[in-house]
């Protein structure tokens, strides 16, 4: 678990492999982490902050898609937000604002980076930025939304330096 600043305000990514049918690749951790941090830079958000993500396989984002959405189906990404209109739990211990959590399938991610002609680990790093916006109160239900969310996402996956292709 990596503290990095932000000014003076510090970001704790707690990472979980809760799969074992893709191996995670070197370095994919990290990039998650500097997703996570380039999304809270971009946003202007303030404080010390946590956010937890877990990889999981295609069966348990299905389940877990099926329990708190009603969708029986797997997915790429779930975002489960602990805060509502910029207002989080914070943790006793810390004091750090609780983002939420964030569940990526990595056997969907690695479909998909597939199917997009790109790295697992630009899917992986999408995926997060994209959840990441979700857990700040983004969402893309609407067009207007959609078209506000993508800007956002290329412009961090951009200071990633991973641009679309």
């Not at 700040?136 to 991973?162: C, F, N, Q, T, W």
């Amino acid at each position: 678990m990596m503290m990095m600043a932000m000014a003076n305000d510090k970001v704790r990514v707690i990472i979980t492999d809760g799969q074992k049918k893709v191996r995670i690749p070197t370095g994919l951790r990290m990039l998650v982490r500097r997703a996570c941090i380039a999304v809270l830079r971009e946003e202007k958000f303030e404080g010390n902050a946590e956010v937890c993500v877990t990889f999981v396989d295609n069966e348990e984002i299905h389940r877990l898609n099926k329990e708190f959405r009603e969708k029986d189906s797997a997915t790429d990404v779930l975002s489960f937000p602990l805060g509502e209109y910029g207002i989080y739990d914070v943790n006793p211990d810390t004091g750090a604002k609780q983002l939420g959590d964030v569940v990526i399938s990595l056997e969907r991610a690695e479909e998909q980076a597939a199917e997009f002609g790109h790295s697992l680990q630009r899917e992986v790093c999408y995926l997060t930025v994209h959840s990441m916006l979700h857990l700040l109160g983004y969402d893309h239900m609407e067009p207007e939304e959609k078209a506000v969310m993508r800007k956002k996402e290329e412009s961090v996956m951009s200071l990633i330096g991973l641009t679309r292709i």
